[in-house]
């Protein structure tokens, strides 16, 4: 979580999502578990973080429209930020 001054000057927070989704928790927002997010091949070609690809593979094999899971694997295959162990397993 960040500070963050934008042009106008005001002063807002910059925070991840997994610090939002404790604060729901902690609040009761949301419940044990976050809300799942639905992954999209736009979002895996540009996501940099592994953990995020790692859900987004989780995301693609439970799905029963196989357009939409090659669409997924093709990406993750795109994306240089996709752990090896995944690439392995969607080769």
Same mark, same amino acid.
């Given at each position: 979580?960040?500070?963050?001054?934008?042009?106008?000057?005001?002063?807002? #927070?910059?925070? !991840?999502? $997994?610090?939002?989704?404790?604060?729901?928790?902690?609040?009761?927002?949301? @419940?044990? +578990?976050?809300?799942?997010?639905?992954?999209?091949?736009?979002? #895996?070609?540009? !996501?940099? $973080?592994?953990?995020?690809?790692?859900?987004?593979?989780?995301?693609?094999? @439970?799905? +029963?429209?196989?357009?939409?899971?090659?669409?997924?694997?093709?990406?993750?295959?795109?994306?240089?930020?996709?752990?090896?162990?995944?690439?392995?397993?969607?080769?």
């Amino acid at each position: 979580m960040k500070l963050v001054k934008n042009a106008s000057g005001k002063t807002t #927070i910059k925070m !991840s999502k $997994s610090e939002w989704a404790n604060i729901g928790k902690k609040a009761g927002w949301l @419940g044990k +578990t976050a809300q799942s997010v639905v992954y999209t091949p736009e979002m #895996i070609r540009s !996501s940099n $973080s592994p953990e995020s690809l790692a859900e987004a593979y989780q995301d693609a094999i @439970g799905q +029963t429209d196989e357009m939409y899971r090659n669409a997924m694997f093709n990406a993750l295959k795109n994306n240089p930020n996709t752990p090896s162990d995944i690439l392995q397993k969607i080769r």
